[in-house]
């Protein structure tokens, strides 16, 4: 019960000769809140792709609660997960992305109930219990019915925030939740993760919202080129960088 959620030592990934991630080193310990940044193409995106194994890691170690990312262990063998098993531990972990990627043709309390009842086998009435509570949760009760189509930007990302929700992860992972969102629906969404933080969820988030990442962050990390360059108290990191690619980076997304 001790082992961190997250732990990446040495992870490296390359995409044909291309290295994207050269060597990261990561903790998140149970119920932090990290927050990932860095320039385009620095791997920030490969890096939450490969926790919940959508990438496979070419190099290093990469753990999630204790146990290697698309491995099982026996003694000192590691066997290489089959892909229910892998469907199986990332049920555990939520994600949500950049565009909010609803079934188009579900409503927002579809959406939500989906994975539990097709993939959970939880039970229709149960889940649809469950998916209000979620929508009130990210202040939506009264939208359930709704199809994305018929909801704002804002909207849809918090109905993906709830349907990521709705299988109970012990981790989430943002992928830039709000920078596809007008600037007017931003906070609506950034509440919702700030109240998730502050019931305990461990969530990994990849944002340039400087301004959410020192104020909920436990640490910020900065990426550069597939490498750590910088990682701390965000009141430190975000504010009085020791590292001078940090500070230009800074300068240009303040
Ligand atoms: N499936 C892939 N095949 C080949 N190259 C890839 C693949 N996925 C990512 N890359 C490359 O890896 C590098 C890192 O991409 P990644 O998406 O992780 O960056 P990022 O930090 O998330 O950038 P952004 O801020 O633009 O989202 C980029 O050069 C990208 O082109
Ligand atoms: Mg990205």
Do not use: W
Request: hydrophobic share 40%.
């Amino acid at each position: 019960m001790t082992a961190a959620m997250v732990r990446a030592e040495g992870v490296r990934k390359h995409f044909g000769g291309l290295e994207v991630l050269k060597g990261i080193d990561l903790t998140v310990e149970r119920g932090q809140v990290c927050c990932l940044l860095g320039p385009s193409g620095s791997g920030k995106s490969t890096f939450l792709r490969c926790i919940n194994h959508l990438e496979k890691v070419d190099g290093g170690r990469l753990t999630v609660d204790g146990e290697l990312v698309g491995y099982r262990q026996h003694g000192t063998k590691l066997h290489e997960l089959r892909e229910r098993e892998v469907a199986q531990r990332r049920r555990d972990i939520g994600m949500v992305f950049q565009r909010f990627n609803l079934f188009p043709h579900m409503t927002a309390l579809q959406n939500v109930m989906e994975a539990p009842v097709k993939v959970g086998a939880v039970p229709r009435n149960e889940a649809h219990e469950r998916a209000q509570q979620l929508l009130a949760q990210v202040g939506l009760a009264d939208r359930g019915h709704h199809y994305p189509a018929e909801l704002s930007g804002g909207q849809q990302q918090r109905v993906a925030i709830a349907r990521a929700l709705a299988m109970q992860p012990k981790l989430m992972l943002f992928d830039e939740p709000t920078s596809a969102l007008d600037p007017e629906l931003v906070g609506d969404v950034l509440d919702v993760m700030r109240q998730l933080a502050a019931d305990g969820m461990t969530m990994v988030v990849v944002t340039h919202e400087i301004g959410f990442a020192r104020e909920v962050g436990d640490t910020a990390v900065f990426m550069d080129d597939g490498v750590v360059v910088e990682a701390g108290d965000p009141r430190r990191v975000l504010v009085d960088p020791e590292q001078d690619r940090t500070r230009a980076f800074l300068s240009k997304v303040l």
